[in-house]
């Protein structure tokens, strides 16, 4: 049996990489050709996307501009990796911190920001990862870059721990914020939990854990994500065989972008765009001849 082709969006485990997530995927999937936009790390929960088969190339297509996390900071202490999962390299004292002046350098972290990723990032140094540099005994330094928090609310402050819920552009790292905001007060800080709430329009609601996927995959694969992702449209039975065979159709789409449509039995089958008055094909994802 074939790969079914389409999105799969994973509220992924912690103490997993993304890499092995993409890994469980492919098995259930049947195929080798599994993509996914944006890692977590393997501490991290929460919205991960994938693309199966042709879908992969459905990834570009679609808006993964604007990320949504939930994340606990504990204060006073400064680890390797900015996380949980490095070295302790230093501690202090957080008795003298007031709660007013936590939630202030949370707060400096909102609008558009410079911000030194952690060096144990995916950023490539001169054609490696700069993790990989740091495993390897040597001393990273990367360059500051613009990014922008649009929103950053304080939830709880639980003496040296507090939560926050932030709304970011991509490339943001919530690391950095936690080492910022403790370099600001002065006593150190580093992430304890992360999980990502939403990556574009896709949210938890949408996710599905990996054992929802093991039971059902085929069913749940095809058409949950892309649903949340586009615009819809639902053919009739005559339309959905013109689109297996990547024809024209004469149906008006909704929004400006390309659409998601749909066989009458909910299959995902392709995404269209508006040409000259009529409907045409920008990636079919099912084939001409089969279902």
Known sequence: MGATPGLVVVDKPGGLTSHQVVGRVRRLAGTRKVGHAGTLDPMATGVLVLGVDRATRLLGHLM????????????????????????????????????????????????????????????????????QRV?????????????????????????????????????????????????????????????????????????????????DFRQTAIAVAARAAFPSVDLDAEQAVDVRFGRRLDVALPGSGPAAVFAPDGTFLALYEESGGRARPVAVFVDGAGQ
Do not use: N, W
């Open 64 to 131: 993964l501009t604007e990320k949504r996390y939930e994340a606990t900071v504990r204060l006073g202490v400064t680890t390797t990796t900015d996380d949980a999962e490095g070295e302790v390299v230093a501690t202090a004292s957080t008795d003298a911190l007031e709660e007013a002046a936590v939630r202030a350098a949370f707060a400096d972290q909102v609008g558009e920001i410079q911000q030194v990723p952690s060096a144990v990032s995916a950023i490539k140094v001169d054609g490696k990862r700069a993790y």
């Open 135 to 215: 495993r390897d005994g040597e001393q990273v330094e990367l360059d500051s870059r613009t990014v922008t928090v649009h929103e950053l609310d304080v939830t709880d402050v639980r003496g040296d721990e507090v939560d926050i819920a932030v709304r970011c552009s991509s490339g943001t790292y919530i690391r950095a914020i936690a080492r910022d905001v403790g370099a600001a007060l002065g006593v150190g800080g580093h992430l304890t939990a992360l999980r990502r709430t939403a990556v574009g329009p896709f949210d938890l609601a949408s996710a599905l854990t990996l054992e929802e996927l093991e039971a």
